[in-house]
C-alpha cells in the first residue's frame, strides 16, 4: 500500500464558541510535515481536530475517505494515531502494559506482531519492557509514547511537540526515530518549537499563527527564508 496523504479543506475548530481555527487548508503527503508556530496559534488544536477529539468543521479526507469529525475512535480504526502533548502514559502500568493499550482496538495476533516490531524499533524499551513506565526518563517515556501510538497500525502518525523538555541529543534521537517511521511508509504530521531540527527532519512545513497558515513549502526552503529565520530562529 503506498503511503498516506491527508487533505483538508476550510477547517475550523474551537471551543465553546471561541474559534481558533477557520478556513484551513493543508496537504498532508507521504514523509513528514511539520506545523510551526507561537504558542496559542492553534496547533494542538489542529491534531486534536483532525484526530477526532474535538468537533470541527470543513473536511478532511484521509486517502480518499473523510475522516468523521469528533469521533476519536472511528479515527483511530480509519488509520489516524496522535501522540498528544505531555505523553500521558500511564505511569504506574509496565511499558509492555503501555504499549498493549495502543493496540486495544486490534487481534491479539496483531498485538503481538506490534509488540515485537516496537522492540526492534525501539531498543531502549525492549531492555526496559517491566519497567513502570512512570519511573522512565523523560526521553524514555516521549519515546513509549510513540511506540504505543504506533501499536496502533496507523497509516498517519500525529506528534505533538514530542520534542518538549529533551536534552539536545535525545531530541535528535527521537526526530531519527520519526525519519524512520516515515521511511517504513507512515505519513507524519509533527507540530514542532525546535524549529531548526524539526525543519531538518521534515519534508515540507507549515506555519500558523493566530489560526491561519502564513507560510507554508519545502522544509529546505522554509529554514532559509525570511518569516522563519526573522520570526522564529532569531536572525538578524
Ligand atoms: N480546552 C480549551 N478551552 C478553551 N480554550 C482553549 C482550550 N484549549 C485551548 N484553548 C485556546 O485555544 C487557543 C489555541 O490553543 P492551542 O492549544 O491549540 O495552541 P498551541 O498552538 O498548541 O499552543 P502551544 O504552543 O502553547 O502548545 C489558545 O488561545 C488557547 O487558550
Ligand atoms: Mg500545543
Known sequence: MSPSELKVRGLAAGYHGFQVLQGLDLDVLPGITVVLGPNGAGKTTLLKSLAGLLPRAGEAVLDGVALPSGEATACVRQGLALVAEGRQLFPQMTVTENLELGAWLSTPRLRKER??????DFPRLK????QLAGTMSGGEQQ???VARAMMSGPRLLMLDEPSLGLAPRMVDELLAIVRRIAAQ???VLM??????KALQAADRGY???????????????L???DVI???YLGAA
Open 229 to 231: 529565520r526573522q520570526a
Open 115 to 120: 509488540m515485537a516490531r516496537a522492540f526492534e
Open 223 to 225: 529554514l532559509h527564508s
Open 143 to 145: 519515546m513509549v509514547a
Open 191 to 196: 507540530v514542532e518549537q525546535n524549529v531548526r
Open 185 to 187: 511508509g507512515v505519513t
Open 127 to 130: 531492555e526496559r519492557a517491566t
Open 207 to 221: 506555519v500558523l499563527e493566530r489560526g491561519k497558515i502564513v507560510a507554508s513549502g519545502d522544509a529546505q526552503d
